[in-house]
T-cell receptor, first 114, second 113 residues
Framework: SAVISQKPSRDICQRGTSLTIQCQVD?????MFWYRQQPGQSLTLIAT?????????ESGFVIDKFPISRPNLTFSTLTVSNMSPEDSSIYLC???????????FGEGSWLTVV | AQSVAQPEDQVNVAEGNPLTVKCTYS??????LFWYVQYPNRGLQFLLK??????LVKGSYGFEAEFNKSQTSFHLKKPSALVSDSALYFC???????????FGSGTRLSIRP
């Protein structure tokens, strides 16, 4: 399985600011996914990030609010822009690996917006 | 469209008893099915998956799950529960022709001593 590191692990952010979350994988992967888990909720896919192309966003998520970079096959960033308290969530980076394209997750970035 | 349902928000079991966490799914093609566990203040850990082959799959921590195509179910089971199994469990599904995985709403498993 892939080892996925996310930074920051936790942060408290001021309303109106932006924060960039980094995701580093210990092996080259084609597809990386960013999920959001709001308090007490399940996971919702924000976007799929492929190296060398624009990220593909799910319904309800837009690039202006959640810009994503994917400069190489082991790294991606997600920025949460102009944050509001509703953005308080766990943001999880994930990659596919192994046979059958199992998805593996990082430990998540726990953001609280005040 | 693909979807997955976990009908129980919470499951309570006494330690040592068998446990079952239910999951049903809907996909247009062949399903790839997964179970993940989330311990408090942690990310998601992969438990097990069904891709093809034997309907009973075994995973981490003594868990297993049975794929039932006719009932479109993939229930998670363990013969003897431990207090340390208390966590949030997510079922997930992916259509074999799709790239993204859809997660269920989660079931909180509580094992009492």
């Amino acid at each position: 399985s892939a080892v996925i590191s996310q930074k920051p692990s936790r942060d408290i952010c001021q309303r109106g600011t932006s924060l960039t979350i980094q995701c580093q994988v210990d092996s080259q992967v084609t597809m990386m996914f960013w999920y959001r888990q709001q308090p007490g909720q399940s996971l919702t896919l924000i976007a799929t990030a492929n190296q060398g192309s624009e990220a593909t966003y799910e319904s309800g998520f837009v690039i202006d609010k959640f810009p994503i970079s994917r400069p190489n096959l082991t790294f991606s960033t997600l920025t949460v822009s102009n944050m509001s308290p509703e953005d308080s969530s766990i943001y999880l980076c994930s990659v596919t690996g192994g046979s059958g394209n199992t998805i593996y997750f990082g430990e998540g970035s726990w953001l609280t917006v005040v | 469209a693909q979807s997955v349902a976990q009908p129980e928000d919470q499951v309570n079991v006494a330690e040592g008893n068998p446990l079952t966490v239910k999951c049903t799914y809907s996909v247009s093609g062949n399903p790839y099915l997964f179970w993940y566990v989330q311990y408090p203040n942690r990310g998601l850990q992969f438990l097990l998956k069904y891709i093809t082959g034997d309907n009973l799959v075994k995973g981490s921590y003594g868990f297993e799950a049975e794929f039932n195509k006719s009932q479109t179910s993939f229930h998670l089971k363990k013969p003897s529960a431990l207090v340390s199994d208390s966590a949030l469990y997510f079922c997930a599904v992916r259509d074999s022709s799709a790239s993204k995985i859809i997660f269920g709403s989660g079931t909180r498993l509580s094992i009492r001593p």
